[in-house]
């Protein structure tokens, strides 16, 4: 399996911009990159995905880089509840019938 | 928005005991998991379920485990003898099978199992 590196942790200022970074440079061509979160005391919540295109949604965006080795989740006005660990994992399809390898994530600390 | 439920919330048995950990999956979906995570650890794929068979499964899901979907809506985990070491919070999770979907996987909120 390709893998993601992400760091340990972050802070955010409530109401600021948050970008999660996600190097994964052994990503093959038809790798989907995907984003969950998983709340304290949570299941984890699907965020976001894509494959080569930025995204967005109601949740956040994501930025892909043009070689696809990195990405960014962008969480544009971080609140308290945003607090979570943030996993981005890359699987080979952007639909059911493959199994997510979690990593140990970026623990996303929000400061009031 | 719809929801995976799992039940119960929380299930204390004792070492060797069976124990059966219930899920009722999103009513449209197709694909179903487990995946349980140890405190403190990280997220582990259990095994995935489509069409009344298991899809794959890890090398964690061995001979003590199964799975069913006995009547079109609920999704079970069975722990045959269940040990200390499978103590952990195990979350169902249900995804649809359309290409190009939006909407990921949703995972249930989880059981946390104790054995003691």
């Known amino acids: 399996d390709a893998k993601t590196t992400q760091p340990n942790s972050m802070e955010s200022n409530e109401e600021e911009p948050v970008h999660l970074p996600c190097n994964h440079s052994?990503?093959?061509?038809?790798?989907?990159i995907h984003w969950y979160r998983q709340l304290p005391s949570q299941g984890p919540e699907y965020v976001i995905h894509?494959?080569?295109s930025n995204v967005n949604n109601r949740m956040a965006s994501l930025a892909i880089a043009e070689d696809r080795k990195s990405s960014t989740l962008i969480l544009h006005r971080a609140t308290l509840r945003d607090a979570a660990v943030y996993y981005c994992i890359l699987s080979r399809t952007n639909f059911g019938n493959e199994k997510l390898t979690f990593g140990t994530g970026t623990r996303l600390t929000i400061i009031p | 928005e719809p929801e995976v439920t799992q039940t119960p919330s929380h299930q204390v048995t004792q070492m060797g005991q069976e124990v059966i950990l219930r899920c009722v999956p999103i009513s449209n979906h197709l694909y179903f998991y487990w995946y349980r995570q140890i405190l403190g650890q990280k997220v582990e794929f259990l095994v995935s379920f489509y069409n009344n068979e298991i899809s794959e499964k890890s090398e964690i899901f061995d001979d003590q485990f199964s799975v069913e979907r006995p009547d079109g809506s609920n999704f079970t985990l069975k722990i045959r003898s269940t040990k200390l070491e499978d103590s952990a919070m195990y979350f169902c999770?249900?995804?649809?099978?359309?290409?190009?979907?939006?909407?990921?996987?949703?995972f249930g909120s989880g059981t946390r199992l104790t054995v003691v």
């Open positions: 894509g494959l080569t």
């Open positions: 999770a249900s995804s649809e099978a359309v290409t190009g979907n939006n909407y990921g996987y949703t």
């Open positions: 052994t990503i093959s061509g038809t790798d989907y």
